[in-house]
């Protein structure tokens, strides 16, 4: 199947996929939960810093500042990496990851009853994909590979965290269980 852009996980787009892909992309709840089901998960940091956005985080996290708060993390089973993070912040949402450390984003995003889930898009990077190259190599050795992805905008509906935004990308690294037959 050819999505080489992100679609809407919707009715039509889920019966085209294969079970196993399916069943970790469109994971509604934390995938950090579904993750320790399969074994001692690991979160390593791999930056948290001010970095220019792509344009299609920009128009989709609707901010005009040039730099975001941006967290890149990954997230092992048993030693081995499954996915590659990246979470996009705005400003206002600036608070929520702040003492966050090596916790999981999903221990807010599920805990939180004023965060909500706006979409989930899904889509096959290649090896041109801007988000695959922040990838390091270690983790993604053969970046001639097409590697699923989702992306989920959450907001907040808290009159306190008026305009919180955070875009949420999930890259599913080759030894997730996602590519096994």
Do not use: F, H, W
């Given at each position: 199947m050819n999505i080489d852009n992100w679609q809407?996980?919707?009715?039509?787009?889920?019966g085209k996929l294969n079970y196993k892909v399916a069943e970790w992309l469109l994971e509604y709840g934390s995938?950090?939960?579904?993750?320790?089901?399969?074994?001692?998960?690991?979160?390593e940091v791999l930056n948290q810093e001010l970095?220019?956005?792509?344009?299609?985080?920009?128009?989709?996290?609707?901010?005009?500042?040039?730099?975001?708060?941006?967290?890149e993390v990954v997230l092992s089973v048993e030693g081995r990496p499954w996915v590659f993070a990246r979470t996009v912040l705005n400003q206002a949402s600036e608070g929520?990851?702040?003492?966050?450390?090596?916790?999981?984003?999903?221990?807010?995003l599920f805990s939180d009853q004023n965060l909500q889930r706006q979409f989930l898009k899904i889509r096959k990077l290649n090896k041109q994909s801007n988000l695959l190259q922040r990838i390091p190599?270690?983790?993604a050795d053969s970046k001639n590979e097409k590697l699923w992805a989702r992306r989920s905008l959450w907001e907040s509906k808290a009159k306190s965290n008026d305009n919180a935004?955070?875009?949420?990308?999930?890259v599913f690294l080759p030894d997730s269980p996602l590519y096994q037959k």
């Open positions: 809407n996980a919707d009715n039509e787009l889920v995938l950090t939960e579904k993750l320790k089901r399969n074994g001692l998960i690991e979160i970095t220019d956005l792509t344009k299609s985080e920009k128009k989709l996290i609707e901010s005009s500042d040039k730099q975001l708060i941006t967290r929520l990851i702040q003492s966050l450390g090596n916790k999981p984003l999903g221990s807010i190599d270690n983790l935004r955070m875009l949420v990308t999930e």
